[in-house]
């Protein structure tokens, strides 16, 4: 870790995510990922290669949580642009400042069927939306 990235807070930890639709890969699809934190708003947006794979870097900022006790909550959400609507693949809220926090340490490497539902998970503290899957390996 360099010096300046020194104190900055994993706001979005680094992500890899395989789409597909009726288990074909999703090509050339625009997927979009947002997150707000400290009252500040961003967005990015990537699009999936012939395999339907898309990759974020990680999101590092400082904020004024990371110098006084306070709550650190990042609002998160990822969403594929299909025929000009958007389909909510993620949506969490990060409560720990750390690296790969989301699923408690395991890296960002989702797996996402479009034609499934949405599911709800519990076992990271706030509750995570995805129609995602992942290794725990």
Do not use: H
């Amino acid at each position: 870790m360099s010096f300046l990235n020194a104190g900055k807070a994993y706001v979005f930890s680094p992500v890899q995510i395989r789409i597909t639709q009726n288990k074909e890969p999703l090509k050339e699809a625009k997927v979009i990922r947002r997150w707000e934190w400290n009252d500040k708003k961003g967005e990015d947006y990537a699009f999936t290669n012939n395999d339907g794979v898309v990759s974020f870097s990680e999101i590092r900022q400082r904020g004024i949580t990371q110098l006084f006790p306070a709550e650190f909550v990042s609002a998160q959400q990822i969403v594929v642009v299909i025929e000009g609507k958007e389909d909510r693949i993620w949506s969490f809220s990060k409560r720990n400042p750390d690296k790969n926090s989301e699923l408690e340490g395991t890296p960002l490497n989702l797996t996402c069927e479009l034609s499934s539902e949405e599911k709800m998970y519990r076992d990271f503290g706030p509750a995570l939306f995805t129609k995602c899957t992942w290794s725990t390996k």
